[in-house]
């Protein structure tokens, strides 16, 4: 069964560093990888995907993700963090099958601090 | 063009009390998928519908809840008899078609809260 971890609950950083967060993934087959962030009280939006190609996607509010096929892993990064960028981020993986599904992971909550 | 409603954005019951939680996809689009998410947690698949027809409910609990997606109207999401054990914010997304490759909008979501 595929599954989703993300390793860090909560990241503080301060404003203008730069982050990263991890995601690892467990898929038989070429993953469907996902970030999506969730701001409180509200719902998911899509930061960026990667089906297939390059393996360094980039994806909206200045975010990249960067798929390691040997290590399993989908990583999000931005190289300067804004106050704005404060919210809970979410990595999931999709299924090929009919079902098109979404596994997510247990989230990362990101904390700027000013 | 719209993107996906929920309604209502909260929910109060009592223990014991049926919830229905409704969710339009956007225009266009004829999958539907229903999320639960506990507190604390991320995001669990419940079921996957297209129009008059469940694809997918590996994820619903056997008991107490079904999912529908009428040829006419919003999808609704059903609980019977709710246990303080079903409070968690219910997200609804949609897509224009299947396969993975297409991505999913997410509602707001409805926040249920049984006492």
């Known amino acids: 069964a595929q599954s989703v971890t993300q390793p860090d609950i909560h990241i503080t950083v301060s404003e203008g560093a730069s982050l990263e967060l991890r995601c690892n993934y467990s898929?038989?087959?070429?993953?469907?990888l996902f970030w999506y962030v969730q701001s409180p009280g509200q719902g998911l939006q899509l930061l960026l995907k990667?089906?297939?190609?390059?393996?360094l996607v980039q994806g909206i509010k200045g975010f990249e993700a960067e798929f390691k096929r040997s290590q399993s892993s989908f990583n999000l990064r931005k190289p300067s963090v804004h106050w704005s960028d404060a919210a809970e981020y979410f990595c999931?993986?999709?299924?090929?099958?009919?079902?098109?599904?979404?596994?997510f992971g247990t989230g990362t909550r990101l904390q700027v601090t000013l | 063009n719209a993107g996906v409603m929920q309604n209502p954005r909260h929910l109060v019951r009592r223990r014991g009390q049926e919830a229905r939680l409704r969710c339009s996809p956007m225009?266009?689009?004829?999958?539907v998928y229903w999320y639960r998410q506990l507190p604390e947690e991320g995001l669990k698949f419940m079921v996957y519908?297209?129009?008059?027809?469940?694809?997918?409910e590996s994820g619903m609990p056997k008991e107490r809840f079904s999912a529908e997606f009428p040829k006419e109207g919003p999808s609704i999401l059903r609980i019977q008899q709710v246990v303080r054990g079903d409070s968690a914010a219910y997200f609804c997304?949609?897509?224009?078609?299947?396969?993975?490759?297409?991505?999913?909008?997410f509602g707001p979501g409805t926040r249920l809260t049984v006492t």
């Open positions: 997304a949609s897509s224009p078609t299947s396969g993975a490759t297409y991505e999913q909008y």
């Open positions: 898929y038989g087959a070429t993953p469907y």
């Open positions: 990667y089906f297939s190609g390059d393996t």
């Open positions: 999931a993986v999709g299924n090929t099958g009919t079902a098109s599904k979404l596994t």
């Open positions: 225009k266009g689009h004829s999958h």
């Open positions: 519908l297209q129009k008059e027809n469940i694809i997918d």
